[in-house]
């Protein structure tokens, strides 16, 4: 059986989801909702630091697919 | 329920929203409108200094979704 | 209501406009025109330099609007 | 009126141009045609040095539309 | 016969692989599944250094294929 | 009259051109083939110096569109 | 007679091809095929140092089109 990565998106639906983009640059949140682009929607959003420590809280953000690197469920 | 990010945008028209850009600059505005290629309209725009102090007010702005990393509600 | 970013661009055609593109570069000039790309016809168009004064007149400029960051009215 | 970005590269056939490409160069020439991705055709080409002096004559040169900044007729 | 590039990805299905993104960044593990833009479901996901030694442990992730150089299955 | 982009690479095949890419390289060649994203064939392509002298002999090469800057018949 | 891209392409299966990426990389290694968005899969891969000695051994990758700078059978 194949897992297309919009479906791995779609069982990752009201879990945490760590989100590495362009730049290096993490975010970590839950996953509310996300698009055919992989534009994605978190909720309780923060920004980590490269030690993985929180950088700044950031709530609900729409995070564009065009920056994501991967995904982590 | 998903909340698709066009959902989350529509949900937040008429009010204020903090947009990053690729470069890593912030605008802050109050969400006019939007379109599907997630260019946004902003209103009362002011762009941000790093420690979220205002740099410069730009009143009303058309910024191209190309260059958003995050838009947050 | 709803102000979609191209509602806002005709709203301002023949109006003064102030564009900024990818390398913070800015643009001053009457808004002639543009399309769905977010090209642009700009008129009597001044470079500006980082305080706003002006770099170079270039008159008549077609903007493409790949490079646009935002288009402020 | 409105002036399409395409309108007014139809009216600058045949007469001289300015194109600015990404990275700041400058190109000099008679606009012969152009299509919808606004790749530009030009005649006596010549590529600009910072102070608008001739760097190099490139006679016809086919400029992929891609890299354009602005055309200023 | 030819072996279309997506071909060769549905035989290294439930195999490991490496992956290459743009900046030279390597990550190792299962490939459970892909789409048509080359977006990769790897499962056991190593993320590795320079010198193929491994850096961090990702378990799943969801691998974008704008970022792609190369796949080795 | 106006020439098409296309036009002219159709008129130039089977002579040499120079063709710039992105970053700055030159490339010579006769123009065996192209298509509408400009994707080119080059036989006996030479890469060029930036004082236009031979680098590199390089035989037939598909050159991608998207990296060309400039193409000159 | 015109030689388009993809008919160069698809003349060099099973051949040796030379393929140099954005960044300057090049790969050497047996095409065993393409599509139409020229994703190449070599075989007996190698990534090659700048004086064309060898850096890496891959075996079979495929690359993707999109950071191909040309492609030399």
Do not use: C, Q
């Amino acid at each position: 059986m194949v897992d297309k990565p919009l479906d791995i998106l779609n069982k990752s639906l009201n879990s945490p989801v760590i989100v590495r983009i362009r730049g290096g640059r993490e975010f970590r949140g839950i996953l509310l909702g996300y698009d055919t682009h992989m534009n994605l929607v978190l909720d309780e959003t923060e920004e980590l630091n490269d030690d993985a420590t929180v950088k700044r809280k950031l709530g609900t953000v729409i995070l564009r697919g065009d920056n994501v690197v991967y995904i982590s469920p």
